[in-house]
């Protein structure tokens, strides 16, 4: 177990407390956050404590009623679940919702346990999530932004509504799943060119810290673009949340972003290749539009190839061209019908 971030906050104590245990991996946290909402929803005054990973802490930053997040840090032989029990079992639960498939909330005194099971790998992972309490249709997925976040991006982005502005998440956490940068730079171009379905709208790219370098190329290329925001490593998650629900349009891989960008209602294009759709596609909210893409091969075909090596860094994506990404554009581009703000 690594650090547990407390906060301040006035909640009724005599409400049952929840634990709510959920991914190490933002993307997957980001999935589960509508289970989260609706028991929020029903038990309104409930301090909730959550554990996840890391990457994922900044996400619950202003969940109501919030008294701590525990960043779970993985150890060898499993330890990091002791430390959580040690961290846990004191206190008497009113529901333990366990997304992590553990035995750990067997251990800990509660009057309800959701625990999920190995879900239906034919179903989108929100589906899955939402039949762990029972739940069809499913919450969709929620992110709790503060108008801090919200004013933030409305300083750093003055044209903000005056122009479209189009969000690119051009990286990924494993290279296999990395669209080349020319591929990004040229769709760019495409877009924004005076036959293009945007001219002169603004571009932003965002990613963490240690993904400048991965995103250099698209930068250097659009370095005398006039409306050109590099947002790579400067902002925090919920930042990158607050401007993808103030954007036109998220661009980008199968990845927490893009889960981020659907969850505040953004408007959402998932490019695909060796990862399922089938589980993984953009969820939509309701508030915005979503489509995916993906490689002219299925995630089966890349995936269980004779020469696939989940090890290698060399992308999967060459089967998706600069053509198809622009006609998907193009078609959500139809659907969004962007207006400027008088």
């Given at each position: 177990?690594?650090?547990?971030?407390?906060?301040?906050?006035?909640?009724?104590?005599n409400s049952d407390p929840i634990l709510f245990i959920t991914s190490t991996r933002i993307g997957d946290a980001v999935l589960s956050t509508g289970i989260l909402h609706y028991l929020l929803q029903q038990r309104p005054s409930a301090p909730v404590t959550i554990a996840c990973g890391p990457a994922a802490a900044g996400l619950f930053t202003h969940v109501p009623n919030l008294q701590r997040v525990i960043v779970i840090d993985k150890k060898t032989y499993g330890r990091h679940w002791l430390r959580l029990w040690?961290?846990?079992v004191s206190q008497r639960w009113g529901v333990v919702v366990d997304l992590r498939r553990s035995a750990l909330a067997y251990f800990l005194r509660a009057h309800r346990r959701f625990i999920a099971?190995?879900?239906?790998?034919?179903?989108?992972?929100?589906?899955?999530?939402?039949?762990v309490l029972d739940l069809n249709p499913p919450p969709a997925p929620y992110i709790w932004l503060s108008e801090a976040e919200r004013s933030f991006i409305r300083d750093r982005i003055p044209i903000l509504g005056k122009k479209p502005l189009l969000v690119f998440g051009p990286t990924a956490n494993w290279g296999g799943k990395t669209w080349a940068a020319q591929n990004f730079t040229d769709l760019i171009a495409r877009i924004?060119?005076?036959t293009g379905i945007a001219p002169d709208a603004a571009i932003a790219l965002i990613g963490g810290p240690q993904e400048q370098a991965q995103a250099a190329p698209i930068a250097e290329a659009m370095a005398n673009y006039p409306h050109?925001?590099?947002?790579?490593?400067?902002?925090?998650?919920?930042q990158s949340a607050a401007l993808c629900q103030a954007a036109t349009m998220f661009i980008g891989h199968d990845s927490g972003l893009m889960h981020i960008a659907a969850a505040v209602g953004g408007n959402v294009l998932g490019l695909f290749g060796p990862s399922p759709e089938t589980n993984y596609a953009p969820w939509a909210t309701g508030l915005g539009q979503t489509a995916f893409v993906r490689t002219r091969q299925s995630y089966q075909e890349l995936v269980y190839a004779p020469d696939f090596d989940h090890r290698s860094s060399k992308s999967l994506m060459d089967g998706l061209s600069v053509d198809m990404a622009y006609a998907a554009v193009e078609k959500l581009w139809d659907r969004i019908q962007w207006r400027a703000v008088a």
């Open positions: 177990m690594g650090e547990t971030i407390a906060y301040n906050c006035h909640v009724n104590k040690a961290e846990t099971g190995p879900g239906d790998p034919e179903q989108h992972k929100v589906l899955q999530l939402g039949a924004t060119a005076s050109f925001y590099n947002l790579i490593g400067e902002l925090n998650v919920l």
